[in-house]
């Protein structure tokens, strides 16, 4: 079975510094996707980025960014230039995708946003 | 508006009183998901189905039923509900194509005394 694990339950970042969230996945397989979502305090999970694992490229969506090393099993978040709004819950994910729809979710970073 | 649907938002209720939370999405998602999360513990998927009336467990199905009869619609029911039950329920959809980019619903808060 495949397992996520977010070592970092707490994290903190100055507004405007720039901050990175781990995540590893155990997966035997070559073929996968991986996500990072945002829960805010309203609960929502919100999609932050993803990443096809047959693409070299790391993503990016505006202010964030991954570093996918894929023989290392590795796919953190970075965050540039954070705010008071990106103060939340992120849980990193993983999905096998064709035939197995089903998200593996680590168990969550709670980043807290310093003015 | 494309978007994922839960209601109730907000649930007290007592031991063994049977509940229902439905879920619907109006974006022709075949897949579709239920999970629970608890603190500590991320996200743990209940039951997903994959289409209409293809239902199947999850991680933590026990205590849990669903069914699929209609293509938008995916509801929950807890026909004898325990308080190890409280948690905060999410209701998730999707394509079956990639990038398997999942819709969240805005979650329900289940509480059983």
């Known amino acids: 079975a495949q397992t996520v694990t977010q070592s970092q339950p707490e994290m903190s970042v100055q507004e405007a510094e720039t901050v990175t969230l781990s995540c590893t996945y155990d997966?035997?397989?070559?073929?996968?996707?991986l996500f990072w979502y945002k829960q805010p305090p309203s609960r929502q999970m919100i999609l932050v980025i993803r990443?096809?694992?047959?693409?070299?490229q790391n993503a990016t969506e505006n202010r964030f960014s991954v570093n996918f090393q894929k023989a290392a099993k590795s796919f953190s978040l970075k965050i540039s230039d954070s705010q008071l709004g990106d103060a939340a819950m992120y849980f990193c994910a993983y999905l096998l995708g064709a035939g197995s729809y089903q998200l593996t979710f680590g168990k969550g970073t709670k980043l807290s946003v310093i003015p | 508006e494309a978007q994922v649907t839960q209601n109730p938002r907000y649930l007290i209720t007592v031991t063994g009183k049977k509940l229902t939370v439905t879920c619907s999405q109006n974006m022709n998602h075949e897949y579709m998901s239920w999970y629970r999360q608890d603190p500590g513990l991320g996200l743990r998927q209940i039951y997903y189905s994959m289409n209409v009336e293809v239902t199947d467990k999850g991680d933590v199905p026990e205590g849990y039923k669903v069914s699929r009869k209609e293509k938008r619609n995916f509801p929950l029911i807890l026909e004898s509900p325990s308080p190890n039950q409280t948690s905060l329920y999410f209701c998730a959809s999707s394509f079956r194509r990639p990038p398997y980019e999942q819709y969240f619903g805005p979650g329900t808060r289940l509480t059983v005394t």
């Open positions: 997966t035997s397989e070559s073929d996968y996707y």
């Open positions: 990443q096809e694992a047959y693409k070299q």
